[in-house]
């Protein structure tokens, strides 16, 4: 028993490690499209950041008067076949996961999932590897859920932000300057607090690196006494 230990505790202690660094990983991105203001910029980052995360190759569509469109491919791609298509209208309509691994449409090639917010789904997401399957644990699900809701709601800041330009735009240049800098200071304020979440969580998980460590030595010592008794 005190033999298998360090055994125990050393994957405790690689598990928070890995966690620490999906942490670090999620509160950079939080950083990174708190200050982008151009929606394709933001759905590129988007594409880039799961694709890296998760070693997949993702697509994103988005709404635009009641049709999905491709906007990203990551690696870059250029459209959907009848199969995808209709996988990713179901998974937006009601939202719902909908291709290969579901119900839904199971001889997509890709497993779509709805990109939502507060007022619905605004879009979707198509994953899949490059061997042509999807395969998830549970915490890589938690990951490309959060990563996904981070996407979404800075989706939704973009949108939201687009009447207000574009009603300062038809004005005169000194009330664009005036909207302008309410807006950024509302987008620093949002990310502030995100970022306040992510390094709360990353502190943690350091912690919890830490305790492992201990840990382990503690039961190093322990198989050494037990050794020399023996």
Same mark, same amino acid.
């Given at each position: 028993?005190?033999?298998?230990? $360090?055994?125990?505790?050393?994957?405790?202690?690689?598990?928070?490690?890995?966690?620490?660094?999906? +942490?670090?990983?999620?509160?950079?991105?939080?950083? *990174?499209? @708190?200050?982008?203001? *151009?929606?394709?910029?933001?759905?590129?980052?988007?594409?880039?950041?799961?694709?890296?995360?998760?070693?997949?190759?993702?697509?994103?569509?988005?709404?635009?008067?009641?049709?999905?469109?491709?906007?990203?491919?990551?690696? &870059?791609?250029?459209? #959907?076949?009848?199969?995808?298509?209709?996988?990713? *209208?179901?998974?937006? !309509? $009601? $939202?719902?996961?909908?291709?290969?691994?579901?119900?839904?449409? &199971?001889?997509? *090639?890709?497993?779509?999932? &709805?990109?939502?917010?507060?007022?619905?789904?605004?879009?979707?997401?198509?994953?899949?590897?490059?061997?042509?399957?999807?395969?998830?644990?549970?915490?890589?699900? %938690? #990951?490309? =859920?959060?990563?996904? =809701?981070?996407?979404?709601?800075?989706?939704?800041?973009?949108?939201?932000?687009?009447?207000?330009?574009?009603? /300062?735009?038809?004005?005169? $240049? @000194? @009330?664009?300057?005036?909207? !302008? &800098?309410?807006?950024?200071?509302?987008?620093?304020?949002?990310? %502030?607090?995100?970022?306040?979440?992510? @390094?709360?969580?990353?502190?943690?998980?350091?912690?919890? +690196?830490?305790?492992?460590?201990?840990? #382990?030595?503690?039961?190093?010592? %322990? +198989?050494?006494?037990?050794? /020399?008794?023996?």
């Amino acid at each position: 028993l005190v033999s298998n230990l $360090p055994a125990r505790v050393r994957i405790l202690m690689l598990a928070a490690r890995s966690r620490a660094r999906t +942490t670090e990983a999620r509160y950079g991105f939080s950083r *990174k499209i @708190s200050g982008v203001v *151009k929606l394709d910029d933001l759905l590129w980052a988007s594409a880039h950041q799961i694709a890296s995360m998760l070693r997949l190759h993702v697509v994103v569509l988005r709404a635009e008067a009641g049709r999905l469109e491709l906007k990203i491919g990551y690696p &870059p791609e250029d459209e #959907l076949d009848a199969a995808d298509l209709g996988a990713a *209208k179901w998974a937006f !309509t $009601p $939202p719902r996961p909908a291709g290969t691994g579901t119900t839904p449409l &199971p001889g997509a *090639k890709r497993l779509f999932l &709805p990109l939502r917010t507060g007022r619905g789904a605004i879009g979707g997401v198509g994953i899949t590897s490059a061997g042509g399957s999807v395969l998830l644990t549970p915490d890589q699900r %938690r #990951l490309l =859920d959060a990563l996904m =809701d981070q996407a979404a709601v800075a989706i939704e800041r973009i949108q939201a932000a687009l009447p207000r330009v574009a009603t /300062s735009s038809a004005g005169s $240049p @000194s @009330s664009t300057r005036r909207a !302008t &800098p309410g807006a950024m200071h509302a987008s620093r304020s949002a990310a %502030r607090r995100a970022c306040s979440a992510a @390094s709360h969580a990353a502190r943690r998980s350091v912690v919890s +690196t830490s305790s492992v460590s201990m840990i #382990l030595a503690t039961a190093g010592t %322990r +198989t050494a006494s037990a050794s /020399s008794i023996a």
